[in-house]
């Protein structure tokens, strides 16, 4: 039986899709959440990946992997982490995953998930930590099945919205 790899370092012709697409899900990642106004939302976001990303792939302790298929015949996504210094040792942040729509619901990034662990212990991570946003219930749910805990709830109340009175 052949075993083909989940995760590979992602090529660098596929990068300049990968953070456009990227750009764009995290700025709607934000206005859906209540987080960002919509105007200005793909700036602020660009701005952000622009920061984190300064040299794009090559960007140290920050690690893009594209997901393989598990018969290793295409890509279905990726996966982005950063390795972060903490008082408590190294811990590996997840910044980005995604599968892409047509190979969503098939177990690709639960195995992505699985296959990360090694990779970030490798690294010297001891944890590995992510932030979901409270709209995505199928996310949240594929997380808590792999062990993924709550560590902090961050809570919002618009002032926008008519409260009633007694």
């Not at 859906?32 to 976001?45: F, H, L, N």
């Not at 409270?134 to 808590?144: D, I, P, Q, S, V």
Request: zero cysteines; a positive charge.
């Amino acid at each position: 039986m052949t075993s083909f790899p989940v995760l590979a370092p992602m090529r660098p012709p596929h990068y300049p899709a990968w953070v456009e697409a990227s750009v764009s899900g995290y700025a709607e990642l934000n206005v859906a959440s209540g987080r960002w106004p919509q105007q200005g939302a793909i700036e602020r976001s660009r701005a952000e990946f622009e920061r984190l990303l300064p040299q794009g792939l090559a960007t140290p302790d920050q690690h893009i992997s594209e997901i393989w298929s598990a018969d290793g015949t295409q890509v279905v996504g990726a996966l982005w982490i950063a390795l972060q210094r903490h008082p408590a040792g190294i811990g590996a942040y997840v910044f980005d995953v995604k599968v892409l729509p047509a190979h969503r619901r098939q177990g690709h990034a639960r195995r992505a998930f699985a296959a990360l662990e090694p990779f970030a212990a490798a690294l010297g991570a001891t944890t590995i930590s992510l932030h979901v946003h409270a709209h995505n219930a199928g996310a949240r749910a594929l997380y808590e099945s792999l062990g993924y805990g709550v560590t902090g709830v961050n809570m919002q109340k618009s002032l926008h919205e008519k409260v009633p009175t007694a």
